[in-house]
């Protein structure tokens, strides 16, 4: 089994920054690959980022290339999300996942449905 904690969520307002953290534990090592995802109110859980655990190739929605950044510490079983120039309907509970198996690539790390395992949600509320 795998565990995932986030951390990081707040308010901030439109255009500031935010570092989302997420700790993997457990069985690290049949991690293949770690991804963020939102849920807004009313609307059904998106893709964000996501990548490698090992680290190498990213993979962003369009909605925030540019302007949020995915990474890892393998030594410290931490993955981030960087977030740059946030604007409102960027609020959202923010997930992070992790995946045992390779589905393919951009179409495996951007499928909900190809992640095992899931974190308890951050709330990032950004104001105007």
């Known amino acids: 089994q795998v565990q995932l904690r986030e951390s990081g969520g707040g308010l901030v307002q439109a255009g500031g920054s935010l570092r989302l953290s997420c700790v993997v534990s457990?069985?690290?090592?049949?991690?293949?690959?770690v991804g963020w995802f939102r849920e807004a109110p009313g609307k059904e859980r998106e893709f964000v980022a996501g990548?490698?655990?090992?680290?190498?190739?990213?993979y962003y929605a369009d909605s925030v290339k540019g302007r949020f950044t995915i990474s890892g510490d393998n030594a410290k079983s931490t993955v981030f999300l960087e977030m740059n120039n946030v604007q409102p309907e960027d609020t959202a509970v923010y997930y992070c996942?992790?995946?045992?198996?390779?589905?393919?690539?951009?179409?495996?790390?951007?499928?909900?449905?190809?992640?095992?395992?899931w974190g308890q949600g951050t709330q990032v509320t950004v104001s105007s």
């Open positions: 990548t490698h655990w090992s680290g190498g190739t990213t």
């Open positions: 457990g069985r690290t090592d049949s991690v293949y690959k």
């Open positions: 996942a992790a995946g045992k198996d390779y589905y393919g690539d951009y179409h495996g790390f951007i499928t909900t449905y190809f992640y095992d395992y």
